[in-house]
């Protein structure tokens, strides 16, 4: 019987799965904003401005969700600064939480700078001289440090549930790579979206297909990361012989697989079926990215604690 | 400063008990303070739960509205943010008529090495002069980390606080020279306070005295410096399988899995930085190829 069978949920729920999943896309779609950004050709700086964008929004709405969260949410500060030795920081790079605290403050402060940037090089605010925190070398030096903020955002969130003692999170140390894998995958997928939506046909060709492309082969590490995070549960992936097994397939087949074929086979499955496959595989994707997350949390939340303990442990020693 | 000298008990030698060290609490003579639970001598009778929520002003549970187990004598079931000891009933039935209790009462165990202290991103959680852990309600902001970290299920919101609590081994009472009201309490001596190194002399004398009377299971859990968490200064006389009692047989602190899933996801985020990377490089020299080759390029993409 693995040890983390005897502990209490810390009842991350309610706020916590549209965290991750909205906290997930924000930091992917500013490493993939910022990809473009340096690498690509400037028929990519519509999908750069909307990934900056998202980025943005979306780190302003993780913060507010992790607020409402706490059981004391005008407290919310007591992360950053010591409450009994204000202003002091208060910082233990060894706690998850505290260190992506930071990170998320960081990464607020970085991506609502090159958006601001970006509404300002598109005349949208009045202070036109700000698009350098977009458009010059300073913007894409910004850039680097939001993409490496963002992938921490995107990766600590699994990491943080592996530091704990919780059956499921605390047995594997696959689930930072794996939530890191599908938040990269997810944000792909809603740039995919966004760009279909409000970037004009003859100009994201390139870009949507690259974007494709990413997001097909992220599917596929987030295939195969899946399949080791199942595995490295040892005695303990016997919960998955539930309800919970169930979703995790929900998320494999429908979340993984499909969307795979419809971004590798797109040309095929649009001649037989006549559908949109860009479209529709990115919906699933994202679909499947909140469900992933939902069941990573669902599956440990309802475990509880040392009453099961006792409970598992007679059936084991008292048959 | 304060000074206790604990009360001698009916039946012991009592120039024994008269000789017995003070302890002194608070300041620079504070030593590591902690709570010996002999289970064997626990009657179930929950006084020790009575004077810990009497003690703390811990409100009743749903208002007072009692709700029955349904499966159990035990109506209380677990520690949480209410009930800071709880006398676990163990109740082995494997026939009618053939089986036993065993009563624990339970409690955080103030571990040497604290998971939940460890992963506390506020500060709220601290080691106090008695080496036992505390969680400052004043700083803490309900965020839960500690209670996903504790390797015993202890710790639980207070729904009347909207903040983290568990046992804080009265630390208002320990610091002016009282005993705490749970082992203060206790009917039967099953909770016993005193300093952590005396606690260990007395439980290792007390096992030794069982299993001369025949019984063999008896055993310590937590009171091994060396043993995992470096030590419980709450431990336990136990007499059967760790698991049976809702205990871990090896606790863990949570930062095992820190340096492994760190490294794995930095691996993860390189490789989709390097497949992002080869992405544009390949659709450049796709269009070069193009270019050269005079193809006509690809349809923008395959929506409407």
Redo the contacts between chains.
């Keep these: 019987?693995s040890?983390?069978?005897?502990?209490?949920?810390?009842?991350?729920l309610l706020y916590i799965v549209p965290y991750f999943f909205v906290g997930g896309i924000a930091g992917g779609s500013y490493?993939?904003a910022a990809?473009?950004h340096w690498?690509?050709r400037p028929e990519d700086r519509p999908v750069v401005r909307i990934g900056y964008i998202v980025a943005a929004i979306g780190a302003i709405l993780s913060g507010l969700l992790l607020i409402v969260?706490?059981?004391?949410?005008l407290?919310?500060w007591?992360?950053l600064l010591?409450?009994?030795r204000f202003p002091l920081p208060?910082l233990?790079p060894?706690?998850?939480?505290?260190i992506g605290?930071w990170a998320l403050f960081l990464f607020g402060v970085i991506a609502t700078l090159s958006a601001i940037g970006v509404l300002a090089d598109e005349r949208r605010i009045r202070y036109h001289g700000l698009r350098v925190l977009y458009d010059s070398l300073a913007g894409r030096v910004l850039a680097l440090f939001g993409a490496a903020a963002g992938?921490f955002i995107a990766?600590?969130t699994?990491?943080?549930?592996?530091?704990?003692?919780?059956p499921i999170?605390?047995d594997?140390?696959?689930?930072?790579?794996l939530f890191?894998?599908s938040a990269?995958s997810t944000a792909a997928a809603l740039l995919i979206l966004l760009a279909?939506w409000r970037v004009e046909?003859?100009v994201?060709?390139?870009t949507?297909?690259?974007l494709?492309?990413?997001d097909g082969?992220?599917l596929l590490?987030e295939l195969v990361?899946l399949a080791f995070f199942v595995i490295s549960l040892g005695s303990v992936a016997s919960v998955w012989l539930s309800w919970r097994g169930l979703l995790l397939l929900i998320v494999l087949v429908f979340g993984i697989l499909v969307p795979l074929v419809l971004h590798f086979r797109?040309?095929w499955i649009?001649e037989r079926w006549r559908s949109?496959?860009?479209?529709t595989g990115a919906v699933l994707v994202l679909a499947g990215g909140f469900l992933l997350r939902l069941v990573a949390l669902l599956a440990s939340e309802t475990i509880h604690?040392?009453?099961a303990?006792?409970q598992?442990?007679?059936s084991?020693?008292?048959p | 400063m304060a000074a206790y000298a604990p009360l001698p008990i009916l039946g012991q030698d009592t120039a024994a008990a008269t000789t017995a060290p003070t302890y002194y609490y608070g300041g620079p003579e504070a030593q590591p303070m902690g709570f010996f639970t002999d289970t064997t001598i626990c009657i179930g009778c929950k006084a020790c739960e009575v004077a810990c929520k009497n003690w703390n002003q811990l409100p009743a549970r749903d208002g007072g509205v009692g709700e029955m187990s349904g499966d159990s004598y035990d109506n209380t079931?677990?520690?949480?943010g209410l009930h800071w000891r709880h006398v676990?009933f163990?109740e082995?039935f494997?026939e009618e008529y053939n089986g036993r209790w065993l009563m624990m009462s339970?409690v955080c165990k103030h571990c040497v090495q604290a998971?939940c202290l460890?992963?506390?991103?506020?500060?709220?959680i601290i080691r106090t002069e008695f080496d036992t852990v505390v969680i400052q309600s004043?700083?803490?902001?309900?965020?839960?980390?500690c209670?996903?970290?504790?390797?015993?299920?202890?710790?639980?919101?207070n729904p009347a606080?909207?903040?983290?609590q568990k046992c804080t081994m009265c630390y208002d009472r320990i610091s002016v020279g009282l005993e705490p009201a749970c082992s203060k309490a206790c009917p039967t001596d099953s909770i016993q306070f005193g300093t952590v190194e005396d606690l260990r002399e007395r439980a290792a004398q007390r096992v030794e005295q069982l299993r001369a009377d025949g019984v063999t299971d008896a055993y310590l859990y937590g009171a091994d410096a060396d043993g995992p968490l470096g030590g419980l200064n709450a431990f336990f006389l136990l007499v059967?399988?760790p698991?049976?009692?809702?205990?871990?047989?090896?606790?863990?602190m949570?930062?095992r899995?820190?340096i492994?899933?760190?490294a794995?996801?930095?691996?993860?985020?390189v490789?989709?930085?390097a497949?992002?990377?080869i992405?544009?490089r390949?659709?450049r020299m796709d269009?070069f190829a193009a270019e050269e080759d005079d193809v006509p390029?690809?349809?923008?993409?395959?929506?409407?």
């Design positions: 019987m040890d983390t069978w005897f502990t209490a949920p810390p009842d991350w490493f993939l990809v473009l690498l690509g969260d706490l059981g004391r949410p407290r919310f007591h992360m010591q409450s009994e208060i233990k060894w706690s998850p939480m505290s605290s992938f990766g600590y699994g990491v943080l549930l592996s530091v704990t003692n919780r999170w605390a594997t140390e696959f689930l930072g790579v890191l894998v990269a279909l046909a003859d994201r060709g390139s949507v297909r690259w494709a492309w990413f082969w992220a590490l990361v797109p040309v649009a949109r496959p860009l479209f604690g040392p009453h303990g006792i598992g442990a007679q084991l020693l008292w | 079931r677990r520690l949480d676990k163990v082995q494997p339970d998971g460890e992963v506390c991103p506020t500060g709220a004043d700083v803490c902001n309900g965020c839960r980390a209670i996903a970290a504790c390797p015993f299920g202890v710790i639980d919101m606080s909207g903040t983290a059967d399988e698991e049976v009692y809702g205990l871990p047989r090896n606790p863990q949570p930062s899995n820190l492994d899933s760190a794995l996801s930095t691996a993860g985020a490789a989709l930085g497949l992002a990377a992405g544009l390949k659709q269009r390029p690809p349809p923008p993409d395959l929506a409407p």
